[in-house]
T-cell receptor
Framework: KAGVTQTPRYLIKTRGQQVTLSCSPI?????VSWYQQTPGQGLQFLFE?????QRNKGNFPGRFSGRQFSNSRSEMNVSTLELGDSALYLC??????WGTGYEQYFGPGTRLTVT | GQQLNQSPQSMFIQEGEDVSMNCTSS?????WLWYKQDPGEGPVLLIA?????ELTSNGRLTAQFGITRKDSFLNISASIPSDVGIYFC????????????FGKGTKLTVNP
């Protein structure tokens, strides 16, 4: 079974621009979560989508948004990029079934650099 | 909010040695997850723990769910060079379903 895939793997953007990252979950997984990883703050939860609905949200500004499609694929968007948005953005998927739902499987991430 | 404290922050060991690292919190967790991350890659799930006192193994890795539900331990036996990486503990935020909180990680270096 294929793992979680993320595209693109690397991205360089300029301050003020916007960016869209894509994630395809493991087949059969209905929950997709997004995390931001930086050296200073570590892994921080952005949001989670289940059946095309945002179920959970982290403490990030409204510039960070996401969506999920009917095939469970997800995208996240960051508008008006700031230098501090430079990070590794990770997508994780899970079955979201009681007893196993917390087992999240991560993709390789998208390395975003804002200049 | 709920926080996870990992220790040590880094470890330098010789190949063949056993390793032990832990994760603590002031809050109760109902699930503990241990991940390993290699440079430039996403975290890989190593072990999931769901019951207080539970001891689970995955090859040379053994993890335990503390009986107070406020801590967890990961042990690696007979370390090898490919064990190098950053090990993270994680747990679901109370009432947050899939929302995981992560520790800052333990960076492991294995000298051949």
């Amino acid at each position: 079974k294929a793992g979680v895939t993320q595209t693109p793997r690397y991205l360089i953007k300029t301050r003020g621009q916007q960016v869209t990252l894509s994630c395809s979950p493991i087949s059969g997984h209905r929950s997709v979560s997004w995390y931001q990883q930086t050296p200073g703050q570590g892994l921080q939860f952005l949001f989670e989508y289940f059946s095309e609905t945002q179920r959970n949200k982290g403490n990030f500004p409204g510039r960070f948004s996401g969506r999920q499609f009917s095939n469970s694929r997800s995208e996240m968007n960051v508008s008006t990029l700031e230098l501090g948005d430079s990070a590794l953005y990770l997508c994780a998927s899970s079955l979201a079934v009681w007893g196993t739902g917390y087992e999240q499987y991560f993709g390789p991430g998208t390395r975003l650099t804002v200049t | 909010g709920q926080q996870l404290n990992q220790s040590p922050q880094s470890m330098f060991i010789q190949e063949g040695e056993d390793v032990s690292m832990n994760c603590t919190s002031s809050s109760i967790f109902n699930t503990w997850l241990w991940y390993k991350q290699d440079p430039g890659e996403g975290p890989v799930l190593l072990i999931a723990l769901y019951k207080a006192g539970e001891l689970t193994s995955n090859g040379r890795l053994t993890a335990q769910f503390g009986i107070t539900r406020k801590d967890s331990f990961l042990n690696i036996s007979a370390s090898i060079p490919s064990d190098v990486g950053i090990y993270f503990c994680a747990g679901p935020v109370k009432g947050g379903s899939e929302k995981l909180v992560f520790g800052k990680g333990t960076k492991l270096t294995v000298n051949p």
